[in-house]
């Protein structure tokens, strides 16, 4: 491909990108297709010369796009929306376009330089404790590529401090034990998994019935048990923002308990931590001033798009520790001097993009004032929602909600009935809801959160969640009308 | 920021992206900063308002691009070129314009597919056995964001093999012992020491003085003595192409004892396994059909910009035992008949990008010829200039140069004396090259893969190094010319 054809090319994606993003809402949310249908329309062999353009164009339209899950879609209820916006596709399109590596600062000085100050500006407008800010003492932060990674380097370095660094060499974690409930996301399960943390030392600790919040008494009975078996309690992953329900756990009261037995807290703010950026949400923030590490998702509510989870941490040796290995090939004097970030010590892979430029763009184009405009648009979407399912007998909610998830189910009835309300909704394809099980109680979760999502696309949802509600669960007096379902 | 806005800026953005490419061969390779340099160019704090378009353009001119270290450089020399070509970068970009998440088949349909489909289009490429093929019996492919995560995964998947799974409960890993050689890459050490196999129980196997390769011998006499020792044998890694001299471990030897073992048999092939692109380079697949995994970067050679590492298994159902955590809100029917992949347990992170656009994208717009003719062109350049350094007795080639490494020295001078040719001809900021060790001997090493070095590059390199050789080591009858260094 030329540079000319590059450029003719390169503008006419700008426009389907455009094109594609304003007109969204017109398609199908789910395409109605089964597995193996994509395939069956590409050719099974790779092509035997180059082709034009225009010619892999026509295959977007014509494969691509009609089989995709539009998760920029209005009405995309579904997960938490990953949302992008128009700024932060440019910023990945320059990434792409530079081809640079960020492992270390010499290996690109701006890409490291331009990311440790975009986690202090995030740290700024988010009104995060000094103690994660790059220039204090032991703190910093790091853009990693999911929260999954975020915790399982939280774990890292957890492990790295309980056990004095020797499990660098020893490979022992037969005694090691983590605490979480069985609201954390779970990204958390896994990532102990790999660290070598199985079920059997992953305590999951007694939540409250009503708030799905971690009961930290338990905590602290569970942590004293297994001190008193000889064990090693090293990690607690508080959620600030459960998936299923938007729980928040009680941080304070547990780093009473971290701090005390000298655990790792991690919180997990990916979902909702990003609320901060809006001063009447702060309260999303409260204990972080004592965790050892945090992490939040701009690549959901914020919209600079996945893959960008901020990572911080107070106690950067300890995730130096987990993480430095330092062959020839990679030493540098600027990091010897300490005078640079290495960031590929504060991560699992090796190779990163720039991905800074995404939030750099997207905090200088668009500004925080959208950012903050849209979650208070979404918060007071998702109330309103509320007071119309409190006000139907029909329905029942079944959890706090804080900010913008709403989980209901018919009440009174069996989980299958909740079951069919959601897939009965999910068919039709022009809304995409999840369902979750909460203490064994089936809930359809109403995630607001999508960039273009409005009141108009809330009230439809409403309306037909209603309309369906009337077909599986008939008045008494309702006569002669179709019963769906069980 | 507008549609409008977008696409100005977008068509501005294709145009900054076009420009620099075709005129980073006018730019210092390496930028002559400090630590702290770029962000004393930008604002400590967030701006207040939102930014138009040209000013943040304006910043980039002004302070991203010069103090980048460039990579897609022609004289970029230095690891392995991590290159970008312009049908990937459109691949990127409609990546992050439709934003969707590609963790299970439901969620994006396309995404999943298209990948599943490439992976067989590379594997046909690059002529792999059958074994990886998505279709057959027990194996697949994936595209990972790293070398370093395919690696990650192939110990997990060895970890959960050779404990039955047992080790999901019990996270025991205290008798898993692994093997490799001083010349893999750091990211094998670094992904054992993750998944709970420290240092301790990492055996480094001897290689050949001349050819860095793995000795097959002394890797069974360690697995005899570790067994003997009531240790477990679980993983075996062998290099196609190390990073510090491109040296190739003698896989189908290896796979001999790990066959009578029942050990992983992972093999590394992310800087040379494109290689196979071109039908005479082929053998650097020996051994293949006879491994558990293996991974190969298009990232590199190939052009496909970062972060694309295709993974192949012949053990799924390792992978998938190792990986799998499903709660209720990631459930779905398709995932459960069977009949669709779910990415997700194929690797660490939940989320997931539509990387498989830019691999697509670049064979399709590209064709795979280009990338033939790209590795033709690098071996024969490196063939030549390995004769230029084997003619001048300055110098000593250190080990085999089987494709687009050479590692060179200046002959029977103390390290010190190469070091200081590298960093002079390093610090003049024209070509960019790295240093290693190889068994206690500096070597500088030229790696010829960028996609704009052509045959004047490698020459004034040769020329650039020649000129500081004399300065360095000057003849016995040169008089009065200055001497550099020790």
Chains 1, 2 share one sequence.
């Not at 600790?205 to 001190?227: C, E, G, Q, W």
Request: net charge negative; hydrophobic share 45%; charged share 25%.
């Amino acid at each position: 491909m030329t540079p000319e054809e590059f450029r003719a090319a390169g503008y006419d994606l700008i426009d389907l990108i455009a094109d594609y993003l304003e007109g969204v809402d017109q398609r199908r949310v789910v395409p109605d297709i089964s597995p193996g249908d994509v395939r069956a329309m590409l050719p099974e062999r790779p092509p035997a010369a180059p082709e034009s353009w225009s010619q892999v164009r026509a295959d977007v339209d014509r494969v691509v796009l009609p089989t995709l899950s539009h998760w920029q879609h209005p009405n995309w209820f579904a997960y938490f929306p990953a949302n992008t916006t128009y700024s932060s596709i440019l910023g990945e399109l320059l990434s792409a376009g530079l081809g640079v590596q960020g492992m270390s600062w010499v290996t690109s000085p701006a890409c490291t330089e331009i990311e440790t100050l975009m986690l202090d500006w995030m740290l700024e407008l988010l009104d995060l404790p000094d103690r994660f800010r790059s220039t204090s003492e032991h703190g910093g932060g790091v853009i990693q590529g999911s929260a999954s990674e975020a915790t399982l380097v939280a774990i890292l370095a957890a492990r790295w401090r309980a056990t004095g660094g020797a499990v660098n060499a020893d490979g022992d974690t037969t005694k090691l034990v983590a605490y979480t409930t069985s609201q954390a996301h779970s990204s958390i399960e896994k990532g102990l998994r790999i660290a070598g943390v199985g079920t059997y030392r992953l305590r999951i600790v007694d939540h409250l019935d009503d708030t799905f919040a971690m009961r930290p008494a338990s905590l602290a009975a569970a942590v004293a048990a297994d001190l008193a078996a000889g064990l090693t309690p090293f990690f607690v992953c508080s959620t600030h923002g459960t998936t299923s329900s938007m729980a928040f756990d009680p941080t304070t009261d547990i780093a009473e308990v971290c701090e005390r037995h000298d655990l790792w807290l991690h919180v997990d703010g990916a979902m909702s931590g990003i609320a901060a950026l809006t001063p009447e949400f702060r309260w999303v923030n409260d204990g972080l001033d004592r965790a050892d590490s945090y992490c939040t998702n701009p690549h959901k509510w914020m919209g600079v798009n996945f893959d960008c989870t901020l990572f911080w941490t107070a106690d950067r040796r300890a995730l130096l520790g987990a993480l430095s290995i330092l062959p020839e090939y990679l030493r540098s004097a600027a990091a010897e001097s300490g005078a640079a970030i290495d960031y590929r010590d504060w991560q699992v892979p090796l190779g990163r993009r720039f991905r800074a430029l995404k939030l750099w763009f997207n905090l200088r184009l668009d500004g925080v004032g959208s950012a903050q405009e849209r979650i208070r648009r979404d918060v007071g979407l998702t109330d309103e929602l509320a007071r119309w399912v409190a006000n139907d007998d029909r329905f029942e909610i079944v959890a706090p909600h804080p900010l913008n998830l709403v989980c209901l189910r018919l009440a009174g009835q069996l989980n299958e009935v909740t079951d069919e309300l959601i897939d009965t909704v999910n068919a039709a394809g022009e809304f995409h809801v999840t369902r979750t099980v909460l203490d064994g109680v089936s809930a359809l979760r109403v995630s607001v959160g999508s960039r273009t999502t409005e009141r108009e696309h809330v009230a439809r949802l409403w309306a037909e969640l209603q309309r369906i509600a009337r077909l599986l669960v008939p008045d008494e007096d309702d006569t002669g009308e179709l019963r769906l379902g069980i």
